[in-house]
């Protein structure tokens, strides 16, 4: 049985893993963060590589460590209806509510929104989608080993444009550093921070990890250590490329404001920098590589989430649901790039604390026995804090003022929570929760072990 593989193996599923992360629309965050960060950029991108970086690593790892066969396996510590609720919200989220019609933007804000005037983008923006989505779903319908391939073109492609963009911003940037704006001026870390979760990676590692374990198990690595070891080699691999490239469009993004304005989408950023660097034929170049790079994460998505979902409910077709879900999905992503990232951040506030704690519970499982009560105790309490959270960004993306009938409960959030108002309030409870009752379970030796 082997226990490693050699450094090429390595490399392979590390770029295979960073491909499956870098989806076209992770470029428009480091860009945004980059303009409204200005000098205070290296604060914000530190805080942007935790939560855009780090905790996909720490969730690909965390599922080989638990050596669950799926998310829904490993949520199931919690409860087997838990964990049904929960894998289904997070597929719909990085599927047909928000990271899959950003594809569809995303592509459309590169390729044609920097070309078209004010009046037209909202036809535009209908055609375009009708045609994208259209041939997603005939790919989606049709499985074939030409997105793969497709896919694996791209990947080295937009990495080798961006690294000639990124390498022309360093030796001749388009204008210095302006001041920071809105939130950035004040704690630029955690505002970097909280943008992370935008990328939604962290939630995409709880899938992902799945894939790379299988891709190592393939090349003979069986035993629990060394796929673990496999495991945490590659992540680095990946997450090391994704961080330089989220750094290198960050300082895009700083440099950028003298020369453009502050745009108010990241897309438009990277458009304009092509267009100076290359001119017209660059920016095309860009766009028609983005649009086809969107075009197989949304295949990808489509396919993933109707092939979970007809697992769950198998009265369902796999086809049935794929046209369902690119439905969805073409409507949503009418609404604009700008409202999906709007109304997508409230479902993050209160998904994301949900996935970091069952990341930190996976780890902690063996000193506490696996007991049940301390992943239920545990999640409960991160459960009451961040569905308080979303609520409160939602109203706050909504600019309604005050809280309404949860007004007690923020008031009261605010007065005794450390860290509540930067959007961290459940970090310590869910701490706390997990010192106590695993304590207590290991002291009185009543654990039930759950399957692991």
Known sequence: MKEKLSLSSYFVIGVMLFALFFGAGNLIFPAQLGQAAGTNLWPAVIGFLITGVGLPFLGVFAIGFSGSKDLQDLSSRVHPVYAVFFTSLLYLT?????????????????????????GNQQIALLIFTVVFFAVSLWFSLNP????????????????????????????????TAQGPLEAYQGNAFVTGFLEGYNTMDALASLVFGIIVIKAIRSMGVNSNGG??????????????????????????????????GVFDSGGKVLSGAADYYFGTFGAILLGVVIILACLTTNIGLMTACAEYF???????????????????TFVIANFGLNNIITYSIPVLMFLYPL??????????????????????????????????????????????????????????????????????????????????????????NVSKPVKV
């Open 355 to 444: 996935a970091v704690v069952l990341m930190l519970l996976t780890f902690a499982s063996p000193l506490f026995n696996h007991s049940r009560i301390v992943y239920v105790s545990t999640i409960g309490v991160t459960f009451l804090i961040s569905i308080f959270d979303g609520l409160k960004t939602l109203y706050a993306s909504l600019e309604i003022e005050g809280y309404g009938f949860f007004q007690p409960v923020v008031t009261f959030y605010e007065e005794v929570l450390p860290l509540y108002n930067e959007g961290l309030g459940w970090l310590l409870p869910a701490a706390i929760v997990i010192v106590i009752t695993g304590a207590v379970v290991r002291l009185q």
């Open 227 to 260: 796929v673990l070891k496999a495991t945490a080699r590659t992540g680095i691999i990946a997450i090391s490329l994704l961080g330089v490239i989220y750094v290198g469009i960050a300082y895009l993004g700083q440099v950028s404001v003298e020369a453009f």
């Open 310 to 328: 007809h697992r769950l409910l198998p009265r369902f077709s796999y086809k049935q649901l794929v046209v369902f879900f690119t439905t969805l």
């Open 144 to 175: 074939a080993k030409i997105v793969q391939n497709v896919g694996k073109l791209l990947a080295p492609g937009i990495v080798l444009l961006l690294g000639i963009l990124l390498v022309l911003v360093v030796f001749k940037p388009m204008g």
């Open 94 to 118: 990085i599927g047909p509510f928000f990271a899959a019609p950003r594809t569809g933007a995303v592509a459309f804000d590169i390729a044609f929104s920097p070309h078209l005037g004010d």
